[in-house]
């Protein structure tokens, strides 16, 4: 099944790539004023707390881009048994409208977040033999976000700057504060960027 899902991102992304080597004149490569790509590190936003992204320019006409990114964000888990780290895997596409240096952009995408929760394997087989020890359970996520931001680049120079309003939405968790079909956050980012 995984390698089915797999299989599916990859053929999904693969035309996406390729046309994005393509500029609006129908141009290969870029000219060195256009620096379609960047790196970005992100305080909070949709990697709950911090992201490394890598955005890359796909379409551009005139003031309006649109772009993809995706990053990763590590961080230790809140486990008591043993040491463990989450994983969060942002994705998403964004539209952006330039004014010169300065530019909004709003997105949407998924994060996939791999955490670690206090699981007790009770079965018939080991319900008469209590008490039975907790281990760790992987568990993953999927959840969507939105992403309201302004950025300011001064189309000379290589850094970005940004801050953003990301609005979280979580599906239903047992057993924790999210509790509801829909579950809402508020998140704000703060980050900064490397255009090359």
Same mark, same amino acid.
């Given at each position: 099944?995984?390698?089915?899902?797999?299989?599916?991102?990859?053929?999904?992304? *693969? #035309?996406?790539? @390729?046309?994005?080597?393509?500029?609006?004149?129908? !141009?290969?490569?870029?000219?060195?004023?256009? @620096? $379609?790509? !960047?790196?970005?590190?992100?305080? %909070?936003?949709?990697?709950?707390?911090?992201? %490394?992204?890598?955005?890359?320019? *796909?379409?551009?006409?005139?003031?309006?881009?649109?772009? &993809?990114?995706?990053? &990763?964000?590590?961080? #230790?888990?809140?486990?008591?048994?043993?040491?463990?780290?989450?994983i969060v895997l942002p994705t998403q596409l964004n539209v952006?409208?330039?004014?010169?240096?300065? /530019? @909004? /952009? &709003?997105?949407?995408?998924?994060?996939?977040?791999? +955490?670690?929760?206090?699981? %007790?394997p009770i079965d018939n087989n080991n319900i008469s033999s209590?008490?039975?020890?907790?281990? %760790? $359970?992987?568990?993953?996520?999927?959840?969507?976000? @939105?992403?309201?931001?302004?950025? +300011?680049?001064? $189309?000379?120079?290589?850094?970005? +700057?940004?801050?953003?309003?990301? #609005?979280l939405f979580f599906a239903e968790m047992p057993n924790t504060?999210?509790?509801?079909?829909? !579950?809402?956050?508020?998140?704000?980012? *703060?980050?900064?960027?490397?255009?090359?």
């Amino acid at each position: 099944m995984n390698r089915i899902v797999l299989s599916l991102i990859f053929l999904c992304i *693969l #035309p996406v790539t @390729l046309f994005a080597q393509i500029d609006s004149d129908g !141009n290969i490569e870029p000219t060195k004023t256009d @620096l $379609k790509n !960047n790196f970005q590190f992100e305080l %909070l936003g949709k990697g709950l707390y911090y992201s %490394l992204s890598y955005e890359r320019e *796909l379409v551009s006409f005139d003031e309006i881009t649109v772009n &993809f990114s995706s990053g &990763f964000c590590i961080f #230790p888990s809140f486990t008591s048994l043993e040491t463990s780290n989450e994983i969060v895997l942002p994705t998403q596409l964004n539209v952006g409208y330039s004014m010169n240096s300065h /530019h @909004l /952009h &709003f997105g949407f995408g998924t994060s996939f977040w791999r +955490y670690s929760t206090n699981y %007790l394997p009770i079965d018939n087989n080991n319900i008469s033999s209590q008490p039975i020890s907790p281990i %760790l $359970k992987e568990q993953w996520e999927v959840f969507s976000h @939105l992403t309201f931001e302004y950025r +300011y680049n001064n $189309k000379e120079k290589k850094l970005l +700057y940004k801050i953003g309003y990301v #609005p979280l939405f979580f599906a239903e968790m047992p057993n924790t504060a999210f509790n509801k079909k829909v !579950n809402y956050q508020t998140s704000l980012c *703060l980050g900064i960027g490397y255009k090359f």
